[in-house]
């Protein structure tokens, strides 16, 4: 605290306290008016204000209102000088905004003692003050950091979405719909399907383990390996003697993705994996289920069956063994493939959902079909969870088999 300012209407008493001051080593400028004084304090804002209280035009109790009134991060320390002593003047002083009072005529030592105080609380504030504001830069870098990040989520958000160019195909033998929704901006869900020859499909469902933007970059990565624009990187199908692409066994592509993982990804990440090829002719599937939940398939009667193999996660341990099984649909029939954010969604009580919950669901919506059927699906889920935020991601396939139209 080196610069004071001195406002009184007495050129003698500015003088006595201006050689005061000196002699401590402070800078001192000198004001005959508290109007005078404002207009100083713009130009050069002070560290220590000694006001007189009893001024013609402004008082100093006035000057100090306006002083604080101004617009400054630096904190000023502002003393009245006053012959007043009376409790209710000492507290309208601290009410205008004072921090301390001298009573006149000013004793040296007194004084000196006082701005020692100043000294210490303004040093103080001033150190908030300067903390303050390093803080509020540092928010105002993380905020656009967040931004940034949020704008990177929404992005990404929209490139995984974009892995499922399809959400309806008209098959010649059934309708093929899917869904795709993460619990967060990002997820580990996939679904997708690709041409395996001219008469199968290949259908895949991934969940990746975690959330966020590892498990969606690992979703993208497996992406690559099942994909249906080029099948000659798609680890699924082979050449067969006439130079077609063709399904291989599903239970043998899985360990093959299950040893890629293990040995090529440098990753902590395992998934579930449910691939099937179906064969469009026949409505019949060949299945391999790794840790996947099992495919519910409900018949045209509405009857509810869920089965499967279970497996074992994919990328999780090596030397495992994968199996196959077979359903056949009839005309009529259809196959929701789903992941574990359907069956494992809690209700409010935190139960979960479960086969049998799921079973119930199906049977409900028996006669929606498609699209329209995977959005009543969400719909449904939301009412036994009491949110539409879901804990996890929910993905789903289904296939409607209807065959082929008779000639």
């Known amino acids: 605290m080196k610069n004071v300012l001195v406002v009184d209407d007495s050129k ?29 304090a713009k130009e050069c804002r002070p560290d220590l204000v000694l006001s007189d209280w009893m001024m013609p035009g402004m008082t100093g109790l006035e000057l100090c209102q306006k002083f604080r009134a101004m617009d400054d991060d630096e904190y000023s320390y ?19 905004g004072a921090d301390d009072f001298l009573t006149k005529p000013v004793d040296n030592n007194e004084l000196r003692a006082r701005i020692a105080a100043g000294e210490r609380l303004v040093e103080m ?144 990440h395992y998934f579930t994996l449910l691939l099937a090829f179906l064969e469009l002719d026949t409505g019949h599937l060949i299945i391999s289920q790794a840790g996947h939940p099992h495919p519910a398939v409900q018949r045209k009667n509405g009857v509810i069956e869920q089965s499967g193999a279970g497996g074992f996660p994919v990328g999780l341990l090596s030397g495992v063994s994968f199996e196959r099984y077979e359903i056949t649909l009839n005309k009529g029939d259809r196959i929701l493939i789903l992941s574990d954010g359907v069956t494992e969604c809690p ?34 889920l939301s009412e036994f969870n009491g949110s539409g935020d879901f804990p996890d991601d929910v993905s789903a396939i289904l296939f409607e088999f209807q065959g082929r139209e008779s000639r």
């Open 78 to 96: 502002f003393i009245l000088l006053t012959s007043k002593s009376e409790k209710e003047e000492v507290a309208r002083g601290l009410d205008s």
């Open 125 to 268: 504030q001033r150190s908030v003050v300067k903390s303050n504001r390093a803080l509020s830069d540092t928010l105002d870098e993380l905020q656009q950091l967040y931004d940034n990040i949020e704008s990177d989520l929404q992005e990404a958000k929209k490139l995984q979405q974009s892995l499922i160019k399809e959400r309806f195909r008209k098959l010649s033998t059934g309708d093929l719909s899917l869904m795709l929704r993460s619990s967060g901006h990002v997820g580990g869900d996939l679904v997708g399907f690709f041409q395996a020859g001219s008469e199968h499909v290949g259908l895949f469902a991934i969940d990746v383990s975690g959330h966020g933007i590892s498990s969606a970059l690992m979703t993208a990565r497996l992406a690559g390996y099942l994909s249906s624009a080029a099948p000659d990187q798609n680890v699924a199908l082979h050449k067969n003697e006439q130079g077609k692409y063709v399904p291989r066994a599903p239970d043998e592509v899985v360990a093959d993705l299950n040893n890629l993982v293990l040995d090529e990804m440098d990753t902590e």
């Open 347 to 380: 209700g409010p009580d935190g139960d979960m959902l479960e086969e049998e919950g799921l079973a119930t669901l199906m049977q409900e919506l028996k006669t929606t079909r498609g699209p329209a059927f995977l959005e009543a699906l969400i719909w449904k």
């Open 12 to 40: 003698l008493q500015r003088k006595i306290l201006t050689l005061a001051l000196k002699r401590w080593g402070f800078t001192v400028s000198e004001a005959a008016s508290g109007e005078e004084a404002l207009e100083m």
